[in-house]
């Protein structure tokens, strides 16, 4: 099971052995045929798995390593869906980007800039306050990011919503699910392996010594006041990026679809995954993503289910499923001892 | 006279919204919980409340008693099921626990008694003024500032001045040292977790003739109270009274004067303002912390 680890690159190496290869290689493999196998409307329930995963992910970031509460994700992501779909119908209009093929790459990447930036601000308080006040800090943003939005048509497209462009790489549309399939499911792989990374560098050591003991981490030398605003800011480009393929996804927008029980249910996510573990953050967003699509036809009694599996996770396992998952691989391993 | 008009029924809806928050920040205080189910426990005992007064036909006294009372084993059922053994988890891991029974319970009413809004019948009138001073005023907002206050001078004389709000006292400073002294800190942790959400249906009754009766009415109201809980400082009684206040005459100023819109956000602003400045909220006590 485990080898010994003899050069410098076995040690670096982010997927380790032939097994872990294998099953690499047969995820990506299974994701790259799902669209073709599964009818079309679940693949539009796929595409809103992965951009949950990013949110996932990006919380967790914030959450999980470096230990600062966010109730207040849904406006990033209100941010980054609007920022795209702003910049998307700009340059429509103006011409001169789409000579360059289309700016969908572009405007993920401005929904995640600019989410980053507002990540920024609402980081400089993190750096005085923590717990229940930071809780009610982010709370009060991602309410005023909503209130804003209903309240400036200008910017929301007022009670009428905002009609959001397919996305085009020259003459070549990705309207279809299954093109956007294909967008969702890069960026989920790309973001993953840069959260992979990020988490195992110097970046993701000084967040997991923050949240260990901010004090602790000071003295050692960690900055705080850069890493608590960083760890902001890459959480909310995370949410902003998601935010944008969200606005493709849906192709329409409006304020109300991003209120606090969203926030709530991104936190659930990484909570009933499993807190502080890019796997896990990924897994709790799958699941319950398919679960509140697979109670659709029971609409009402989602928010019990999903509440009473969420009590249930945190009482019986704090350390979310892929805690459990880890318990049961070191079992399996030191078996039959 | 506008402007005091404006203060006036800021106090009036202010004294509410510090009724919810005093629910929040006893539960904190002695518990270090932070009840995301607040507002949904309240909104739950408000409909128990609407049931009792139109389909069981009780008179109004004894339904607001039997709601209370419910209310009471609501609070102290769900510390018994669902926070005693979650009791190690993480602020965050409380937050989210809460916040899922929030769930459970605004997806049970919605089952229960259905998404639409409905009239509590309500001894007082919001339409019938009096005139103080040269304001008017009517007798909903009298009748519930008068309560408020008079809820807040009970919980006053319940944590000063008894047996039990001393306990409740000690297991916040130190429920280990109380636990070898004798205290019955579970006791103590299920009756507080009662007495806050006793104090969440008396605002989701006094709110209920305004907003209405649904299973939203106490989004907003338990925002701000909890708001004013962390203007206040969360470890202070005090400081939730005076944070509450400020926070609904603010709102209700902003509100007449510029815009109702953005009334909410400027609230939300001024206590980020705020705890910039006084990271520990008006009247808490600072953060004092060892590695």
Same mark, same amino acid.
């Given at each position: 099971m485990t080898q010994l680890i003899q050069r410098y690159e076995e040690e670096m190496a982010l997927v380790r052995g032939g097994a872990a290869w294998t099953g690499l290689v047969l995820l990506l493999g299974a994701l790259a045929a799902l669209p073709w196998l599964l009818p079309g409307y679940y693949v539009y329930i796929l595409n809103f798995v992965?951009? %949950?995963? =990013?949110?996932?992910?990006?919380? %967790?970031?914030?959450?999980?390593?470096?230990?600062?509460?966010?109730?207040?994700?849904?406006? @990033?992501v209100a941010i980054g869906a609007y920022a795209a779909t702003h910049f998307i119908r700009a340059t429509e209009a103006s011409g001169v980007v789409a000579a360059l093929g289309g700016p969908f790459w572009m405007a993920v990447f401005i929904g995640g800039a600019a989410a980053a930036v507002f990540g920024v601000l609402v980081g400089?308080?993190?750096?005085?306050?923590?717990?229940?006040y930071l809780t009610i800090v982010t709370l009060g943003f991602g309410l005023a990011v909503q209130q804003i939005l209903i309240n400036w048509p200008a910017v929301s497209g007022?009670?009428?919503?905002?009609?959001?462009?397919?996305?085009?790489?020259? *003459? @070549?549309?990705?309207?279809?699910?299954?093109?956007?399939?294909?967008?969702?499911?890069?960026?989920?792989?790309?973001?993953?392996?840069?959260?992979?990374?990020?988490?195992?560098?110097?970046?993701g050591r000084a967040f997991i010594a923050i949240r260990d003991s901010d004090i602790a981490a000071e003295v050692t030398g960690v900055n705080l006041k850069y890493y608590k605003t960083l760890a902001f800011a890459v959480s909310a480009f995370y949410a902003g990026a998601a935010g944008a393929l969200l606005a493709y996804v849906m192709q329409y927008l409006e304020p109300t679809? @991003?209120?606090?029980?969203? *926030? =709530?249910?991104?936190?659930?996510?990484?909570?009933?995954?499993?807190?502080?573990?890019?796997?896990?953050?990924?897994?709790?967003?799958?699941?319950?993503?398919?679960?509140?699509?697979?109670?659709s036809h029971a609409q009402e009694y989602l928010p019990v289910i999903y509440g009473g599996i969420v009590i249930l996770v945190m009482a019986l396992e704090p350390m979310g499923l892929y805690g459990r998952w880890l318990k049961i691989k070191l079992w399996m391993k030191t078996w039959p001892m | 006279m506008f402007f005091w008009q404006l203060v006036l029924s800021g106090l009036s809806i202010g004294s509410l919204y510090a009724v919810v928050g005093l629910g929040i920040v006893l539960l904190y205080r002695t518990s270090r919980v932070l009840n995301f189910a607040h507002g949904d426990l309240a909104m739950v005992t408000t409909m128990i409340a609407y049931s009792l007064l139109t389909s069981a036909g009780v008179v109004f006294a004894g339904s607001v008693a039997l709601t209370l009372l419910a209310a009471f084993a609501l609070g102290s059922l769900f510390y018994f099921i669902v926070i005693r053994p979650v009791k190690e988890a993480t602020l965050l891991g409380q937050i989210i626990t809460t916040a899922g029974?929030?769930? #459970?319970?605004?997806?049970?009413?919605?089952?229960?008694?259905?998404?639409?809004?409905?009239?509590?019948?309500?001894p007082l009138s919001r339409f019938r003024f009096y005139d103080v001073f040269g304001l008017r005023i009517d007798q909903l907002t009298i009748g519930s500032f008068i309560v408020s206050v008079i809820t807040m001078l009970l919980l006053y004389l319940l944590v000063q001045k008894t047996k039990f709000g001393l306990a409740m006292r000690a297991v916040s400073q130190n429920d280990a040292a109380a636990r070898v002294l004798g205290i019955p800190v579970r006791r103590v942790y299920a009756v507080t977790w009662g007495v806050s959400a006793?104090?969440?249906?008396?605002?989701?009754?006094?709110?209920?003739? #305004?907003?209405?009766? $649904?299973?939203?009415?106490?989004?907003?109201?338990?925002?701000?109270?909890?708001?004013?809980?962390?203007?206040?400082?969360?470890?202070?009684?005090?400081?939730?009274?005076i944070g509450?206040?400020?926070?609904?005459? #603010?709102?209700?100023?902003?509100?007449?004067?510029? $815009?109702?819109?953005?009334?909410s956000t400027v609230a939300f602003v001024m206590i980020i303002a705020v705890l910039l400045v006084r990271p520990e909220g008006l009247l808490g006590r600072k953060f004092q912390r060892r590695v």
């Open positions: 992965g951009i %949950n995963v =990013i949110v996932a992910i990006g919380l %967790n970031l914030l959450v999980g390593y470096t230990g600062q509460i966010s109730l207040g994700h849904v406006g @990033f400089l308080p993190a750096i005085r306050l923590e717990g229940p007022g009670r009428i919503g905002m009609f959001v462009p397919q996305p085009a790489l020259g *003459s @070549f549309v990705l309207g279809s699910d299954r093109s956007l399939y294909y967008l969702v499911w890069t960026v989920v792989i790309g973001m993953s392996l840069v959260a992979f990374n990020l988490t195992r560098s110097h970046v679809m @991003f209120n606090l029980y969203e *926030s =709530i249910y991104y936190l659930a996510m990484v909570v009933v995954g499993g807190l502080g573990t890019i796997p896990g953050a990924m897994f709790g967003a799958v699941l319950l993503t398919l679960l509140q699509y697979g109670l | 029974f929030a769930l #459970v319970l605004g997806g049970a009413a919605v089952v229960i008694w259905g998404a639409g809004t409905k009239a509590l019948p309500f006793v104090l969440g249906a008396i605002g989701g009754l006094l709110l209920a003739p #305004v907003t209405f009766v $649904s299973p939203t009415m106490m989004f907003d109201p338990f925002l701000k109270g909890f708001a004013a809980a962390v203007l206040g400082g969360l470890d202070s009684l005090p400081g939730v009274i509450g206040v400020i926070l609904g005459v #603010v709102e209700n100023v902003f509100g007449g004067y510029v $815009s109702t819109a953005f009334k």
